[in-house]
């Protein structure tokens, strides 16, 4: 990471292709609603449909559309984007990983501190198909996923400088990963943990989102996709493939795609789409939506596994989230970003 981030690299990079981005009402809402997909797929779910798994996709394409932002098209300081990177995920982390290895202990879903590790070096991913589960931290493989995208983007982006070669070779990764997937579910039998938990299949939706912010950067984005009603129809046609009985991997070669195509044809969406995420509620849920994804597991862990009823469980991830966000995650990251 240092080596990426050399200061020597640094003034080549902060001349931005364009100005900074401006913060995108729409933007926190789709974040909302991914925290709300998976927090009513975990306390509520619906029948038919796997409302959890969508969630996290919803943030694995607002992922790749922000990081293709940042490092492409803005040229953001690699230095400077680690730095803030660590300071949005890694307190937060810590704090829940520590606490929760200390509250649970006794519990049936208490981990020891080597389970603490491979999240805290976010290899839980790896570790928790190949070595060992600790359901309090299945969460986590979400969070590596991204974790490595930034790496790769952010070397893709220091050694490849053209869009033009970078867009094909972004797609090309992505559907090497998806057909990764498939195989690996359809042909060699794996689960669905052993396959979409793995940063070489499921870093896919963050690619495929990232290639279509560039393409629509780019003026290459074909006008068909740019209609008012694209973004509502692409998700709402994703949501449907998400459904039962359709299989897996379908969900990963089909779905995702019109996500990733959703959450950047919101720039042209209706405002009837576009105002609804942008409402009070949805970008609020947004701005807390990292702190209720850490907080979330455990308390799911009890509904799920101990039939514990869901409103008080519910009640406390929020009044966990809240504290981790206004006392540990914003803090930090906010001295961080001033003093480091």
């Not at 520590?98 to 879903?109: D, N």
Request: contains cysteine; hydrophobic residues 55%.
């Amino acid at each position: 990471m240092s080596e990426i981030a050399a200061t020597d690299m640094v003034p080549s990079r902060a001349v931005a292709d364009r100005p900074t981005r401006t913060r995108l009402a729409y933007l926190d809402g789709w974040r909302g609603l991914s925290i709300a997909l998976v927090l009513i797929g975990h306390f509520f779910p619906v029948p038919g449909i796997n409302l959890g798994v969508l969630g996290v996709e919803f943030f694995f394409v607002l992922s790749g559309r922000l990081m293709a932002e940042i490092l492409f098209i803005e040229r953001y300081p690699l230095k400077k984007f680690f730095k803030r990177r660590f300071s949005r995920i890694y307190p937060a982390l810590l704090v829940f990983v520590v606490i929760a290895m200390m509250a649970l202990s006794g519990t049936f879903i208490a981990f020891k501190w080597k389970a603490a590790l491979t999240a805290l070096t976010f290899t839980y991913n790896y570790a928790g198909v190949l070595v060992t589960r600790a359901g309090a931290l299945d969460h986590i493989w979400s969070l590596c996923v991204e974790e490595h995208a930034y790496v790769i983007l952010a070397l893709i982006s220091a050694t490849v400088t053209s869009r033009n070669r970078v867009i094909p070779l972004l797609l090309a990764l992505a559907l090497l990963a998806m057909a990764n997937g498939a195989v690996s579910y359809w042909v060699f039998k794996l689960d669905y943990e052993a396959t979409y938990w793995r940063t070489d299949v499921h870093i896919a939706s963050i690619l495929l989102s990232a290639s279509i912010c560039l393409l629509k950067a780019e003026g290459r984005l074909p006008a068909v996709m740019k209609g008012p009603y694209v973004a509502l129809a692409a998700a709402t046609g994703a949501v449907l493939l998400f459904m039962d009985p359709v299989p897996t991997p379908i969900h990963y070669l089909l779905a995702v795609p019109l996500l990733a195509l959703a959450v950047n044809a919101l720039d042209f969406s209706t405002p009837i789409f576009s105002n609804l995420l942008s409402s009070w509620p949805m970008a609020t849920l947004g701005l807390w939506s990292y702190s209720l994804y850490l907080w979330q597991q455990p308390f799911y862990k009890f509904v799920y596994e101990q039939g514990s009823n869901p409103w008080p469980m519910l009640a406390a991830v929020f009044a966990c989230a809240l504290c981790s966000y206004y006392l540990v995650e914003r803090p930090a990251r906010e001295w961080l970003n001033r003093n480091w």
